[in-house]
């Protein structure tokens, strides 16, 4: 490769890395539909350009490939495609996040823009919790309040608690991003030589503890904790042992703080959060017993856990440990590239802490991702995802770029453009899949939004449209046939198009209660009483513990008297 096209590299990656981040964190993917794509179509260029760069050398190791045939029948065997292929493209936002840190990981100046980047999101993130915590969610709550339109008692709960989220959906995810940015903030002052410039660091660092503290996540304290103690050689080499006590006492210290003030959570039935997690836990192990070698599906966990759930659980689409959800999803065999990660990583890690490299800052976060994941979701949510997964990349990166071995260039020819073309179609499918994702759950996100305003019609609508940019979705043709169920029996036409999207929703997603149970609503309006009680019997089997799924007890027949 030239010199002049490796310069040109060295600079896209970076630029491609902030405008990957801005959105991810500001526009999070999981609420924000469109910027899932946007994130999408520049990993998708990331994802080439590293191709490229490394003269056709594939940047993931050669036995990966060997596990693409169990991923896909992982995929093909799931019970709902759509959600399969969410969640299988939620994958390779991961591994491209990765792949294009691993670019970046050999350019310092490289490194210290997506550092500086991380650090000013950081900053607006803090600022945000910060208003959050001590005015909007006042004012909102005080509006509510005084309102009279009927409010979920969710959103009276979580804005009375007063937990900042900052841009993102749960505390929890803010809490993990600030273990990701803080020790970037506080290693970032050895590199400056002004003191104003220290001084504005030293500032955001506090700035975001300050907005870390308000969250009360224990996961995103004990990722900190992790993050910033190992830090500590690149900090301070002569005063680490010193510097690691005073973490661990005021990690203590906070801990403690964050347990008092969530008390009331743990006396509440149901709502300590420890006790929820294991419950979370064993119903993940179970269906990894239950469903050994392709799992239960990618993307099913949420659909699959009612019925492991036992009295006192509760409902959750998560794990709240990714490591264990990914298994339950898609088999045992999904071990071995996690265990590959975490072993590169780790190897790198020590490598970084005991030469106190200038990788281990990144190195470090990178870690704070990893470790909270044993306890939350936040590999689920690409706002956190994103930056963690670039950060591991910049972790295991090479230091410097190596040249094409003399195999791969014998290599260069019909194999190199065979694996070209493969890759070029399988980035197009992935855009090609965001983009249709995105503008499905946008037309369902404004459908929902129009119901709640009373516009039935255009609700239902916008729904119809995304059941036909999407067909493989059953979400929107759920809503239509909820739709129906509330608004359009009296309408022969749409009853009969709601019980068409019903059995229609059913077939896309066959394991899901709620849907069988609205087909048995549906069937019992047509006087179908046999056919009713069956799917209502396949919703109670689903879900056990549902008191709305529970079939009718039956009434013993007397005998008359002779």
Not at 12 to 40: D, F, H, I, K, Q
Not at 166 to 190: D, E, H, I, S
Not at 391 to 417: D, F, I, N, Y
Request: glycine share 8%; aromatic share 8%.
């Amino acid at each position: 490769m030239d010199a002049q096209h490796l310069t040109r590299t060295h600079i896209l990656m970076p630029a491609l890395a902030v405008a990957l981040l801005v959105p991810a964190v500001l526009r999070p993917p999981e609420t924000y539909a469109w910027s899932g794509a946007v994130c999408a179509i520049l990993l998708a260029a990331a994802g080439w350009l590293a191709w490229r760069s490394a003269d056709g050398v594939p940047p993931l190791p050669a036995w990966t490939a060997g596990l693409l045939p169990l991923a896909f029948a992982s995929l093909l065997l799931s019970s709902c495609r759509a959600r399969a292929f969410d969640e299988a493209a939620l994958v390779a936002t991961v591994v491209l996040a990765a792949v294009l840190g691993q670019a970046i990981a050999s350019d310092r100046r490289g490194r210290e823009v997506v550092a500086g980047v991380l650090v000013a999101l950081g900053c607006i993130a803090a600022v945000l919790a910060v208003l959050q915590a001590h005015i909007t969610y006042r004012q909102e709550l005080q509006s509510l309040l005084e309102g009279t339109a009927p409010v979920s008692p969710y959103v009276l709960a979580r804005l009375r608690d007063g937990r900042p989220a900052g841009p993102f959906t749960l505390p929890a995810a803010l809490g993990g991003f600030f273990a990701l940015t803080l020790p970037l903030t506080l290693l970032g002052r050895r590199s400056l030589s002004g003191r104003g410039m220290r001084g504005v660091l030293v500032a955001a660092a506090l700035l975001q503890a300050y907005a870390l503290f308000l969250t009360r996540s224990i996961g995103g304290l004990a990722a900190t904790a992790v993050s910033l103690s190992l830090s500590l050689p690149f900090l301070a080499a002569r005063r680490r042992l010193v510097l690691l006590a005073a973490v661990a006492l005021v990690v203590l210290a906070v801990g403690v703080h964050f347990l008092r003030a969530r008390s009331q959570e743990f006396g509440a039935p149901g709502g300590d959060p420890f006790l929820l997690r294991a419950g979370n836990w064993r119903a993940a192990a179970g269906m990894i017993r239950d469903h050994p070698v392709f799992g239960t599906g990618p993307g099913s966990f949420g659909t699959f856990y009612p019925r492991y759930m036992r009295p006192g659980m509760n409902e959750t689409r998560y794990a709240h440990n990714s490591y264990l959800q990914v298994i339950a999803g898609w088999g045992v065999w999904a071990i071995v590239p996690m265990l590959g990660v975490l072993l590169a990583f780790a190897r790198r890690l020590r490598e970084s802490w005991r030469g106190r490299a200038g990788e281990l800052p990144y190195a470090a976060a990178a870690a704070s991702f990893l470790v909270h994941n044993l306890m939350d979701f936040t590999a689920f949510l690409p706002s956190v995802a994103i930056p963690g997964a670039l950060l591991v990349g910049l972790a295991c990166g090479s230091r410097a770029p190596s040249a094409p071995s003399a195999r791969t260039v014998r290599g260069a020819g019909p194999a190199v453009g065979l694996r070209a073309f493969l890759l070029g179609m399988a980035l197009i499918g992935f855009v090609g899949h965001s983009v249709v994702t995105a503008l499905a759950t946008d037309l369902i996100d404004r459908a929902r939004v129009a119901a709640v305003e009373g516009s039935d019609r255009e609700a239902l609508s916008l729904a119809r449209r995304a059941a036909r940019v999407r067909p493989s979705d059953p979400a929107p043709r759920a809503f239509v046939a909820e739709w129906v169920l509330a608004h359009g029996m009296s309408d022969g036409v749409l009853s009969r198009e709601g019980r068409s999207q019903a059995e229609s929703a059913v077939r896309l997603d066959p394991e899901s209660a709620i849907l069988h149970y609205d087909l048995s609503l549906y069937m019992r309006s047509y006087r179908e009483t046999g056919a009713a009680y069956r799917e209502q019997w396949i919703a109670h089997v689903l879900f056990p513990l549902k008191q709305d799924y529970s079939l009718p007890e039956a009434v013993p027949c007397r005998r008359s008297e002779p």
